[in-house]
């Protein structure tokens, strides 16, 4: 159980590692446009922002490692958590704030993995 809860904790980790790389590097090329549904115009006024929450989103993407990483289980177990919630919350806002779509390419799979990491440490 523990290594399922690690390995979608770990997808998740990668989600935002991903996520990271389209808003900071990929914003404003026909990738990001196409993914985000942007207008280059959009995306050019928007890009400054967009490139900093990329970057939180390789702060929650780091955090998840750390959890996975650790050393020490109970710190593990804890970081994982906490980041997952994060994400989760993220992921509720973003879909009430910009698109439905986000509730389930960023809070369920986190949703998913905490439910899996709660299993693996009771």
């Given amino acids: 159980m523990a290594l399922i ?3 979608l904790t770990g997808i998740v ?16 090329q026909p990738l990001g446009l196409r993914i985000f549904n942007n207008t280059l115009q959009k995306a050019q006024d928007s890009a400054v922002l967009a490139a900093n929450q990329g970057l939180y989103n390789g702060f929650l ?28 919350a993220a992921g509720l806002y973003g879909g009430y704030s910009v698109s439905s779509r986000i509730i389930y390419v960023q809070a369920l799979p986190a949703l998913i993995a905490l439910i899996f990491v709660w299993l693996a440490n009771r």
């Fill in 5 to 7: 809860a690690n390995i």
């Fill in 13 to 28: 980790a990668a989600l935002h590692a991903y996520f990271l790389v389209l808003e900071m590097f990929f914003w404003t």
């Fill in 61 to 88: 993407a780091v955090g998840l490692l750390y959890g996975i990483f650790a050393s020490n289980a109970a710190v593990g177990f804890q970081f994982k958590v906490f980041f997952l919630l994060c994400v989760i």
